[in-house]
Each structure stands twice: as C-alpha cells, then as structure tokens.
C-alpha cells in the first residue's frame, strides 16, 4: 500500500484503504477502481489523497496507531460535542456527549499503549469541512503518543488525551467568518482569535467535570517555549507540561493540513519546522522525543534519493528518524527496475530524501499483486 497525492490519482487506481465521508458513511470501499468522478468528489471534500494498492506497494504493511474505525467515532463525538457547546445550553445530550468523549479518549489511551513501539505515520485524510474535528483527535493522538514516548503513567495520559481533545473547543465562540478568512486578519481580528484558548479554558470548567491538568493544557497550548505566546506569555516551565506537549501536536498536525489560507506541509517539512523553533516555541526536550514517534516520511509515502532513484518508505527507525529504509522502484532515469531495498540508517553516502509521487506505475496491473 503506498499513498498518492490527489494530483497523482489516475482512473484505474486500487484503493488501498476504504474512504469515509463526513457522516461516516463508506464512500469508497477497498479494492475497489479508481474513476474520474471519483478523484473529483475525492478533490471537492478537501481530501489530501488517498491509499492504493498496486504491484509495486502490495508487500508493505501501513500500521496506524490506532484504528480507523475508533478514529471515525470518536472524530463524529466531539463533533456533538462541538457543536453543542456552540449552542451553549444545557442538556441531557451535551453530558452524553462528554461521557462518551471520555470512554473513546480511554480506547485511544488503550490502543497507543498497546503499539507503543510503533512509530505514527500519519498522513492524515482529512476533509476541509471537518477539519477542526479530525484536527483535535489527530492532536490527542500525537500528544498521547508524545507523552509515552517521556514515561507518562496511564492516568496522565488519559488527562493528556483528553484536553488535548478538547483544546480548541474554544474556537465554537469565536466569529466563524474571521475564523474562516482567507486573507490577512487585522490586528483585531487575530486578537480575537487568541482568545479561543480562554474561551475553552472557562467553558470546560464551568460546564464539566474534567481534571485540573486537561483544562490549563487547554489554556496554554499557545504559550511559546521563549514566553512570547498566549494569552499570559509563559515561558519554559512555566507553560504546564499539557500545555507544552499539546502545543507541539496542534502545530504539527495543523501544518500539514491543507487550510482556506495554504496547501499542507509535507510531513518532512513539519517536522523541519518544530526542530527549527526548539528553545523558541518548543520544548527542546519534548521536541527529541517526537521525532521518534512521528515519522518525517511516513511508511507508504513515495520518495526521491539524493542519485534521483525513486522508491516508497516500508520502515522508519526511532534511532534514525530521517533515515528509513526504502524499497526502490524506478531508476534514475524513471525507468522500472526490479524493486530493491536501501536502509538508510546505514547508507550514509544517500544523503537527501524527497517527498515525491508515483503514479503511473499501478495502471492495469493489479494482477502482479498476487
């Protein structure tokens, strides 16, 4: 199974990984052909791209974290949850909702724990009208992860999971048209938005029972590590250990999301930019710690070498996070070659790695899978 860029989809494809839409129902099924309507519905709702399975990709395995089905629940909760707290009134619903919340965070705790030694290769399929919810529950899952990976016990992590779940709740109270523009904010405007974190912080507790520590993680996922951040300017450990590690998760997964205002980072390019703001806007140390856990080039993704070969990851190495090994498909010319492997942990003369696609590859032969 490898991962192809919309703009990489051709008619004939196989699809490697069924495809939900925004009600959770099945848009499209595994194993099923790629058509023209169907990369432009997959185009239309923001999708990134999709799997697909093929001769060249059908021997690598892509593990998740956790499952795509307590993905899809818990992705459709805090949607209620959301949305019943921009209708600001109580309710039998609303408490549902939050109990409900609070058992699926438990299941992600559960899982992740589970396969703690798996290393998160995440690129995320994500649509733009949902966006803020799959946003929180990618969030609970990399500060999860982030949090093992520095010895947290099971209770933290599940306070951890669930502010980091919550933490942009806030964002229901803030006007949905500056929160949706595609241009530049005024001052004003981006004085407004800063305010969600307070927003969040005052209506979790004032409406839930949730712990101490979720609540201020929700309040200072802005903060920056040099105390220039939002809304009180903490700085280093001041800024609580929730609030720092949720920080990291919101702006990873928020970068390499396509938004109204610019296309998606690469997973690369994220992870380039938190180890570039180390001591800046991050924890130097937590920032160590992530890029164990999450994969500059996730497995599956298509990848460029510095003697122009081309080939798709199938593992990564916590030791060597930039380093993985790479089964080679096309030559440096683009002509196909009976698939090897580098591991780039130990080739050292292979120094760069692209982010690229490779499409044309998979047409009609379905066959050779077998």
Do not use: W
């Amino acid at each position: 199974m490898r991962f192809v860029p919309v703009n990489g989809l051709m008619e004939g494809m196989y699809v490697g990984k069924s495809l939900f839409d925004r009600n959770n129902q099945l848009l499209l099924s595994k194993g099923s052909v790629v058509q023209k309507s169907y990369i432009d519905k997959i185009y239309k709702m923001g999708y990134q791209g999709i799997y697909v399975e093929d001769y060249i990709s059908s021997d690598i395995e892509v593990k998740d974290i956790i499952s795509d089905e307590l993905r899809r629940n818990t992705v459709n909760t805090i949607k209620n949850v959301f949305i019943e707290a921009e209708n600001d009134k109580k309710s039998s619903k609303k408490m549902n909702n939050i109990n409900e919340t609070k058992s699926l965070v438990t299941d992600i705790v559960d899982q992740i724990l589970e396969n703690q030694d798996t290393i998160v290769n995440l690129i995320d399929l994500k649509m733009f009208d949902d966006y803020t919810f799959y946003h929180c529950v990618n969030v609970a899952v990399l500060s999860i992860v982030l949090g093992t990976s520095i010895g947290l016990n099971k209770e933290k992590l599940y306070n951890l999971g669930l502010g980091a779940i919550l933490h942009d709740i806030g964002k229901m109270f803030v006007d949905s048209k500056i929160l949706n523009k595609n241009g530049k904010l005024t001052k004003e405007e981006y004085k407004h938005i800063q305010k969600h974190s307070e927003y969040g912080y005052n209506y979790l507790k004032e409406t839930f029972e949730i712990p101490l520590s979720s609540y201020i993680g929700v309040l200072q996922h802005h903060e920056k590590y040099d105390g220039t951040g939002y809304p009180s300017n903490r700085a280093k450990d001041d800024i609580s250990l929730f609030g720092r590690i949720i920080g990291i998760a919101d702006v990873y997964d928020a970068l390499t999301s396509t938004r109204p205002y610019r296309k998606a980072l690469l997973p690369s390019e994220a992870i380039e930019y938190i180890m570039a703001n180390g001591g800046i806007m991050f924890d130097v140390n937590l920032i160590q710690n992530f890029v164990k856990k999450v994969a500059p080039f996730p497995v599956g993704t298509c990848v460029e070498l510095s003697n122009r070969y081309k080939g798709i990851v199938v593992e990564n190495y916590e030791e060597a996070c930039c380093r993985p090994k790479i089964k080679i498909v096309l030559d440096d010319n683009n002509n196909e070659v009976d698939s090897f492997y580098y591991n780039l942990k130990d080739q050292k003369e292979l120094r760069n790695v692209t982010i690229t696609s490779i499409s044309d590859l998979s047409i009609g032969n379905l066959e050779k899978c077998n």
